[in-house]
């Protein structure tokens, strides 16, 4: 044990032959995500209205202010704004203005935009006609056809909060793959191979103290966005062991493939780009935007394919109180992704390194 | 004394070039033993069937009585190299190689931190333990390197060019360090190509040449088995057909330096070196002429018909 502690403590302390790159690793999913998440699809809209006068327009902005989810936060956050500001509406950082206008004697609510794009677009002109809806029923009274929704969770869940979920199996895979396989072929570029190469202890304990070092770096980075999406969202999972436990095998899983790659490549860039190749593709067949079993097809198989698709799927109860996918066969992918990730970095440094030539 | 290293007709071959062919020598513990020759001789390659990082193709290698290709594990440990090019970590510092040296290494780690101290001590380097090795000059990192290579203790020590990329005033404490680790019972197996390293240094040598071993035996009996003197010299203008110059003095062989200097090899200077002179001068003006023993450099232009720098 006091061996392999060392092993384990010489690992970390490599960490200052690759510093740049150890930042980036542990680091850079976080910084994306807190960049990303703002300009992510959010529940609520501001949505400018012109200072109502008549009867309608007070209604209207009511109406606007009622639209919402059943279990959840309103989709509507009216701003009423003086006519003298919409007309600098150009200059301003407005993304749409209401304005109730009489047209031949009916009042009509006129929906003028700023440049935005035609998603967004969809998206205010939906929330408005919800709005319109509600006043239309009003009217109609008993002739009315009533919508009634049944969600699924118990409770709204924002998008940043998948997003995150979704980025905590990349960041764990991007860490490992990028350190394991600058290490690796860091020691191949110093020649420092040679001492693994001539030593006598069993490779076991060689590949044993830089995975756990791997796995270790990995979960550093998972932690430090799991930390900033809970500040960010205020969304929280279930059960942090259990994240732990979904994260082991991808850790493991990258952790061998950044050997494997820096075993291969024995350079450092070649190494760094194959490392993030592979983690990106991972992260964005696997579930990065959505669960996978809603694409269907050749998507999903190949999603399949991917350590992450299983992983978000298990961490899908841990924040969302629900479980999607099949946890069994999910458990097994994973499973076997690390045995048969491990097994091929062993047999991939006895070949690399220690094979008499 | 007995044998700690016995290679017998070892043979090794990258496609179709022979590296080492029919390669033989025993080192003896305790001694300082010489591979001489130019790069590309053999030399590395052979280090690298001792310790174990190449098969051969033909032959026998032990190691203290096991066979690195069967039995690495057991030479492993009872050898440190200290390779051609210096492979430690920049980054770290002197100590934090070691300690990583240490943990892939020593049967004891209880005694590491003694024995690290005890080494860089020994080699001049305590006073920058700390320092990345990075900022270290190259007689400094080989030092260190020659410190990790002992610092689990190991009967015999490879050290592949020992004084690569130091500067003149750092190989003699390199060599004195060898010298006091063979005091220690320490065997080493060095490999050069500077004749004065290897006459310096080593007890016996073997002087390798295409991968074949030309001569082996101590520096100071393979130039006293040459039994003659070189005479270097030059003149004004240079001595165009120096056999009829030099006709009856007993020369053995005659070299031409270019531009325009002559060696000699004759068994005895000093008793012609009267008509010697008279006779150059006959011939033209002599601007200078030496009289030595002769070098390793000598003992290998002997033995392959060419300088060892060529």
Same mark, same amino acid.
């Given at each position: 044990?006091?061996?392999?502690?060392?092993?384990?403590?010489n690992?970390f302390?490599?960490?200052?032959?690759?510093?740049?790159i150890?930042?980036?690793?542990?680091?850079?999913?976080?910084?994306?995500?807190?960049?990303?998440?703002?300009?992510?699809?959010?529940?609520?809209?501001?949505?400018h209205?012109?200072?109502?006068?008549?009867?309608?327009?007070?209604?209207?902005?009511a109406?606007?202010?009622?639209?919402g989810s059943p279990?959840?936060?309103?989709?509507?956050n009216?701003?009423?704004?003086s006519?003298?500001?919409?007309?600098?509406?150009?200059?301003? /950082?407005?993304?749409?203005?209401?304005?109730?206008?009489s +047209?031949?004697?009916?009042p009509?609510?006129?929906?003028?935009?700023s440049?935005?794009?035609?998603?967004?677009? $969809?998206?205010?002109?939906? +929330?408005?006609?919800?709005a319109?809806?509600?006043?239309?029923?009003?009217?109609l009274?008993?002739?009315?056809?009533?919508?009634?929704?049944?969600p @699924?969770l118990?409770?709204?869940?924002?998008?940043?909060?998948?997003f995150?979920?979704?980025?905590?199996?990349? /960041?764990?895979?991007?860490?490992?793959?990028f350190?394991?396989?600058?290490?690796?072929?860091q020691?191949f570029?110093?020649?420092?191979?040679?001492?693994?190469?001539?030593?006598?202890?069993?490779?076991?304990?060689?590949?044993?103290a830089?995975?756990?070092r791997?796995?270790? #770096?990995?979960?550093?980075?998972?932690?430090?966005?799991?930390?900033?999406?809970g500040?960010?969202?205020?969304?929280?999972p279930?059960s942090?062991?259990r994240?732990?436990?979904?994260?082991?095998?991808?850790?493991?899983?990258?952790?061998?493939?950044?050997i494997?790659i820096?075993?291969?490549f024995?350079?450092?860039?070649? #190494?760094?780009?194959?490392?993030?190749i592979a983690?990106?593709g991972? @992260?964005?067949?696997?579930?990065?935007?959505?669960l996978?079993?809603?694409?269907g097809?050749?998507y999903?198989?190949?999603?399949?394919?991917?350590?992450?698709?299983?992983?978000v799927?298990?961490?899908? #109860?841990?924040?969302?109180?629900?479980q999607?996918?099949?946890?069994?066969?999910?458990?097994l992918?994973?499973?076997?992704?690390?045995?048969?990730?491990?097994?091929?970095a062993?047999?991939?440094y006895?070949?690399?390194?220690?094979?008499?030539? | 004394?007995?044998?700690?290293?016995?290679?017998?007709?070892?043979t090794r071959?990258?496609?179709?070039?022979?590296?080492?062919?029919?390669?033989?020598?025993q080192?003896?513990?305790?001694?300082?033993?010489?591979?001489?020759?130019?790069?590309?001789?053999? $030399?590395?390659?052979?280090?690298?069937?001792?310790?174990?990082?190449?098969?051969?193709?033909?032959?026998?290698?032990h190691?203290?009585?096991?066979?690195?290709?069967?039995?690495?594990?057991q030479v492993?440990?009872?050898?440190?190299?200290?390779?051609?090019?210096?492979?430690?970590?920049?980054?770290?510092?002197?100590?934090?190689?070691?300690?990583?040296?240490?943990?892939?290494?020593?049967?004891?780690?209880?005694?590491? $931190?003694?024995r690290?101290?005890?080494l860089?001590?020994?080699m001049r380097l305590?006073?920058?333990?700390?320092?990345?090795?990075?900022?270290y000059?190259g007689?400094?990192?080989?030092?260190?390197?020659?410190?990790?290579?002992?610092?689990?203790?190991?009967?015999?020590?490879?050290?592949?060019?020992p004084?690569?990329g130091?500067?003149v005033?750092? @190989?003699?404490?390199?060599?004195?360090?060898?010298?006091?680790?063979?005091?220690?019972?320490?065997?080493?197996?060095?490999?050069t190509?500077?004749m004065?390293?290897a006459d310096?240094?080593?007890?016996?040598?073997?002087?390798?040449?295409?991968g074949r071993?030309?001569?082996?035996?101590s520096?100071?009996h393979?130039? #006293?088995?040459?039994?003659?003197?070189?005479?270097?010299?030059r003149?004004?203008?240079?001595i165009?057909v120096?056999?009829?110059?030099?006709?009856?003095?007993?020369?053995?062989?005659?070299?031409?330096?270019p531009?325009?200097?002559? +060696?000699?090899?004759?068994?005895?200077?000093?008793s012609i070196?009267?008509?010697?002179?008279?006779?150059?001068v006959?011939?033209?003006?002599?601007?200078?002429?030496?009289?030595?023993?002769?070098?390793?450099?000598?003992?290998?232009?002997?033995?392959?018909?060419?300088?060892?720098?060529?």
């Amino acid at each position: 044990m006091p061996r392999f502690l060392l092993l384990l403590l010489n690992e970390f302390k490599l960490a200052r032959t690759a510093l740049p790159i150890h930042l980036v690793a542990i680091l850079q999913p976080t910084l994306m995500y807190l960049l990303m998440s703002p300009s992510l699809v959010q529940a609520t809209f501001d949505m400018h209205v012109i200072q109502p006068t008549t009867d309608k327009e007070r209604a209207l902005v009511a109406a606007m202010r009622e639209v919402g989810s059943p279990i959840g936060l309103p989709y509507i956050n009216p701003i009423v704004v003086s006519p003298e500001e919409a007309a600098q509406m150009e200059s301003s /950082t407005f993304r749409q203005i209401v304005a109730v206008e009489s +047209r031949d004697g009916v009042p009509t609510a006129v929906q003028r935009f700023s440049l935005i794009d035609s998603n967004q677009v $969809k998206n205010l002109r939906n +929330r408005l006609t919800a709005a319109a809806l509600r006043l239309w029923n009003e009217e109609l009274g008993d002739a009315a056809v009533t919508i009634e929704e049944h969600p @699924w969770l118990p409770v709204d869940v924002p998008y940043t909060v998948y997003f995150g979920m979704a980025m905590l199996p990349m /960041t764990t895979f991007l860490a490992a793959v990028f350190i394991g396989g600058i290490l690796t072929a860091q020691d191949f570029e110093f020649r420092t191979i040679a001492e693994f190469r001539l030593a006598p202890i069993a490779p076991v304990w060689v590949l044993g103290a830089r995975l756990t070092r791997l796995v270790l #770096s990995a979960f550093l980075s998972a932690g430090v966005l799991l930390l900033a999406q809970g500040w960010r969202t205020g969304f929280w999972p279930g059960s942090f062991w259990r994240v732990g436990l979904v994260l082991l095998p991808v850790a493991i899983t990258a952790s061998s493939l950044g050997i494997i790659i820096g075993l291969l490549f024995r350079r450092s860039i070649p #190494s760094l780009l194959t490392g993030l190749i592979a983690g990106m593709g991972s @992260w964005i067949l696997g579930g990065a935007f959505g669960l996978t079993a809603g694409f269907g097809g050749l998507y999903e198989k190949l999603s399949r394919l991917t350590p992450n698709a299983h992983a978000v799927e298990m961490l899908f #109860s841990c924040y969302y109180g629900a479980q999607v996918g099949d946890p069994p066969s999910s458990i097994l992918a994973l499973a076997l992704f690390s045995v048969g990730l491990l097994t091929l970095a062993f047999f991939t440094y006895r070949w690399r390194v220690l094979r008499q030539e | 004394m007995s044998s700690a290293i016995a290679l017998h007709s070892v043979t090794r071959r990258f496609g179709d070039m022979v590296a080492v062919n029919d390669l033989s020598f025993q080192v003896q513990s305790g001694e300082i033993f010489g591979l001489l020759g130019p790069n590309g001789a053999g $030399k590395t390659t052979t280090i690298n069937m001792v310790t174990g990082l190449l098969r051969r193709h033909d032959g026998e290698v032990h190691v203290l009585g096991f066979d690195p290709q069967v039995e690495p594990r057991q030479v492993r440990q009872r050898i440190g190299l200290v390779p051609q090019e210096t492979n430690l970590y920049a980054d770290l510092s002197a100590v934090d190689n070691l300690w990583h040296h240490a943990a892939l290494y020593c049967a004891d780690l209880s005694v590491v $931190k003694e024995r690290i101290q005890e080494l860089l001590q020994l080699m001049r380097l305590w006073e920058r333990r700390k320092d990345r090795v990075g900022t270290y000059s190259g007689g400094m990192k080989r030092r260190l390197a020659l410190a990790r290579a002992l610092l689990h203790d190991p009967d015999i020590i490879l050290f592949d060019e020992p004084t690569l990329g130091v500067d003149v005033q750092g @190989w003699h404490a390199l060599w004195e360090h060898i010298k006091m680790q063979q005091t220690q019972g320490k065997t080493f197996i060095v490999s050069t190509n500077d004749m004065m390293e290897a006459d310096a240094l080593c007890d016996r040598l073997v002087i390798v040449d295409h991968g074949r071993a030309v001569a082996l035996d101590s520096p100071e009996h393979l130039k #006293s088995d040459l039994q003659r003197d070189i005479v270097t010299l030059r003149t004004t203008p240079a001595i165009q057909v120096p056999e009829s110059v030099f006709t009856g003095l007993g020369i053995e062989a005659v070299t031409r330096i270019p531009p325009d200097q002559l +060696r000699l090899e004759v068994s005895d200077a000093e008793s012609i070196a009267g008509e010697l002179v008279t006779r150059v001068v006959a011939a033209g003006r002599l601007e200078s002429i030496r009289i030595a023993r002769p070098t390793l450099d000598d003992v290998f232009l002997h033995h392959t018909g060419r300088a060892l720098r060529e």
